[in-house]
């Protein structure tokens, strides 16, 4: 059990500076853990200090256990004991947000989420489309995205989903194309809100698991991807700007497929 001999400091309205297990940690005032780690010495939380010194072990502490650091590398531990590494853009998003103090729970979900998805390119790509899109991640560790579609909620190319908000649309996952160099292919299709909204007479926002993604088209151009489900929200005309858990990335606006893909947000069966 630690106590406050296990951490030397100083404490000044500057910085803090603590020693422990032989290593001296310095802490500045402008330092999103610099009034927790005061908080921590005079409520005596001991045990809170170490997860406080450090971005590795605060990701640990702040995650309850669901994941660690080691060499800059982020695991994820599921609830079997085991551990999986998770993409590089969403290891480097996950630091950024230990060393910046935000909520880590969002992205702690949205990795476990993740993880349930069976295919291993979707696992890889999926955090750098969000980014790329400028999306939103939700407390649940979802993803809002958008889809364009008729004015009588059906969708633009079959007509046969119901788009109503408050739907759960899906179809099996078996029957959506899963190769991610196919950017026009049958499935359910989601978009940024800009590509959405370029063509729908009504633009739905829609809620998507990170374990229903299918494919991730490689043309990151075309801001759109294929799902095997998603719940329809509410109708919307603008995008959702908050919360959000990562850092924006505005996607170009042209589209590299030699196509005109004017109409291809639909859902093809």
Known sequence: MLTSQNFPRIVTKQSIVVVHNGKQNTVKSDHANYEKLLAAFREERWDDVPGLLSTTSAVEVLSNGALKVVDGQVYLRNDDGGEFTVSSSLNDNIVLHIEQGLDLKPLVRFAQNLQMNSSSRSVQQLFDWIQNTNLTITDDGCFIAYKGIKSDFKDS?????????????????????????????????????????????????????????????????????????????????????????????????????????????????
């Open 157 to 269: 190319h079959s007509s046969e989903f119901d788009n109503s908000p408050g739907t759960v649309v899906s179809m099996p996952r078996n029957q959506v194309d899963d190769d991610p160099s196919r950017t026009c292919s049958h499935g359910l299709h989601v978009a940024s809100f800009d590509y959405a909204s370029t063509f729908a007479q009504i633009t739905v926002s829609v809620k998507v698991n990170p374990a229903d993604v299918v494919a991730v088209p490689t043309d990151y151009n075309r801001t759109k991807m294929r799902v095997c489900k998603y719940e329809v929200l509410e109708v919307i005309e603008r995008p959702i700007t908050v919360p959000v858990y990562h850092t924006p990335v505005q996607p170009s606006s042209c589209c590299s497929c030699g196509e005109d893909c004017e109409d291809s947000d639909e859902d093809w069966v």
